[in-house]
């Protein structure tokens, strides 16, 4: 099966700038996840999806940060206005509910400069 | 919420030696123990993962150990090879439909010398 897609995979922006990121996860994964991961440490999650609702979003910066998944396939995650402190890896997985285990995607490594 | 501890924070071994990799929880509602692989650059690999109701689990040079009581569980590889270096997170969650809901440790860096 073809894995998490994410994309881009390296996006380079100036502070104040937007900049979204978005993800494909396996197919028929009904779960999704978006994890924040900085420099030398473990990922955090940001926000998880069941389908197109989101059932966790409690770690989401909401004043800056934003994401959807409106037919519950693809999501986006967007920033506006990024600051220097996103920089990080964002990374995204996926689950099914016959697996439940989460597989990841490659991640989009930003650079807010 | 869930707090993860990992140690030791880097890991340096020799080829063929054993290397273990510890980890405490917090929230004892935690039901789901999985183990990921990154290297430099790429995606967290799931390795291994074992859930609350076993106590160990095995799967050729690795195996993983839980003690629920404890609250503390283990990644144990032996024969390692200067393939298994990398960065290794542990992670807890608590999940009916889903265990995605990770908390992560906050990784070992392992170096297998040849």
């Known amino acids: 099966e073809a894995g998490v897609v994410q994309s881009p995979r390296y996006k380079i922006i100036e502070k104040k700038q937007p900049v979204a990121f978005w993800c494909n996860p396996i197919?028929?994964?009904?779960?999704l996840y978006w994890y924040l991961q900085n420099l030398g440490q473990g990922p955090e999650l940001l926000i998880r999806?069941?389908?197109?609702?989101?059932?966790?979003d409690s770690q989401l910066p909401k004043d800056r940060f934003s994401a959807e998944r409106l037919k519950g396939v693809d999501s986006t995650l967007k920033i506006q206005p990024a600051e220097l402190g996103d920089s990080a890896v964002y990374l995204c997985a996926s689950s099914s509910l016959t697996s439940n285990r989460p597989h990841f995607g490659s991640g989009t490594r930003l650079t807010v400069v | 919420g869930e707090n993860v501890e990992q140690h030791p924070s880097t890991l340096s071994v020799q080829e063929g030696d054993s290397a273990v990799i510890k980890c405490t929880y917090s929230d004892s509602a935690s039901n789901y123990f999985p183990w990921y692989k990154q290297e430099l650059g790429k995606r967290p690999q799931l390795i291994i993962d074992?859930?609350?109701?076993?106590g160990e689990k095995k799967d050729q040079r690795i195996a993983v150990t839980l003690n629920k009581t404890a609250k503390h569980f283990s990644l144990h590889i032996t024969e390692t090879q200067p393939e298994d270096s990398a960065v290794y997170f542990c992670?807890?969650?608590?999940?009916?439909?889903?265990?995605?809901?990770?908390?992560f440790g906050q990784g070992t860096i392992l170096t297998v010398h040849p």
């Open positions: 999806y069941e389908n197109e609702e989101a059932v966790d």
């Open positions: 992670a807890a969650s608590y999940g009916g439909t889903s265990y995605g809901k990770l908390t």
């Open positions: 197919s028929g994964h009904n779960t």
């Open positions: 074992i859930r609350s109701n076993v």
